[in-house]
T-cell receptor, first 113, second 112 residues
Framework: GAVVSQHPSWVICKSGTSVKIECRSL??????MFWYRQFPKQSLMLMAT?????????EQGVEKDKFLINHASLTLSTLTVTSAHPEDSSFYIC?????????FGSGTRLTVV | TQLLEQSPQFLSIQEGENLTVYCNSS?????LQWYRQEPGEGPVLLVT?????EVKKLKRLTFQFGDARKDSSLHITAAQPGDTGLYLC????????????FGQGTRLTINP
């Protein structure tokens, strides 16, 4: 089946530093990938849609300069949380459309201390 | 903004009981999907329904899409402890939109 590999699974960083999260489609090409954020005991909130070879589309209220998205190839999308702060601590998940639904990465637990 | 209201948000029942989770909206969706998410992992797709009135079965799980494509339900028969998890409904606004709207989720606990 279509698999999206997400790394790292968890990361702890100091406030003010940047963190990069990678999502790779392993056995298919993903023109579009989606980035979600999930706070504890809450549902998934779409942050942005990344498009291969073009600029990402951000949802209302999501700072594009803080959450940098790069989709340089058909199998790799990255999300960089710049100048991270404790309030950015969350569970970040990527996904890709697989025609009959969506396949999700395993998520990245980001803790900013 | 399209919203999906999922209920109940929490449900704790005994093994062997039946349960139904609801997902409602005032908006029409081209498709509706149900996912299950384990702690610390991404959601896993259970089923996609696309036709109004459609019913799909997955072992003890029955999924239904409303006739007007505004609501859906998940019914579990004879629940087992292995069914414990977070169940999420998600709607795709229009064909090709590639944008999922998630419900709040139902945290289901099945007690042995």
């Amino acid at each position: 089946g279509a698999v999206v590999s997400q790394h790292p699974s968890w990361v702890i960083c100091k406030s003010g530093t940047s963190v990069k999260i990678e999502c790779r489609s392993l056995d298919f090409q993903a023109t579009t990938m989606f980035w979600y954020r999930q706070f504890p005991k809450q549902s998934l909130m779409l942050m942005a849609t990344s498009n291969e070879g073009s600029k990402a589309t951000y949802e209302q209220g999501v700072e594009k300069d803080k959450f940098l998205i790069n989709h340089a190839s058909l199998t790799l999308s990255t999300l960089t949380v710049t100048s991270a702060h404790p309030e950015d601590s969350s569970f970040y998940i990527c996904s890709a459309d697989i025609r009959y639904g969506y396949t999700f990465g395993s998520g990245t637990r980001l803790t900013v201390v | 903004t399209q919203l999906l209201e999922q209920s109940p948000q929490f449900l704790s029942i005994q093994e062997g009981e039946n349960l139904t989770v609801y997902c409602n909206s005032s908006s029409v969706f081209s498709s509706l999907q149900w996912y299950r998410q384990e702690p610390g992992e991404g959601p896993v797709l259970l089923v996609t329904v696309v036709t109004g009135g459609e019913v799909k079965k997955l072992k003890r799980l029955t999924f239904q899409f409303g006739d007007a494509r505004k609501d859906s339900s998940l019914h579990i028969t004879a629940a087992q402890p292995g069914d414990t998890g977070l169940y999420l409904c998600a709607g795709e606004a229009s064909q090709g939109a590639q944008k999922l709207v998630f419900g709040q989720g139902t945290r289901l606990t099945i007690n042995p």
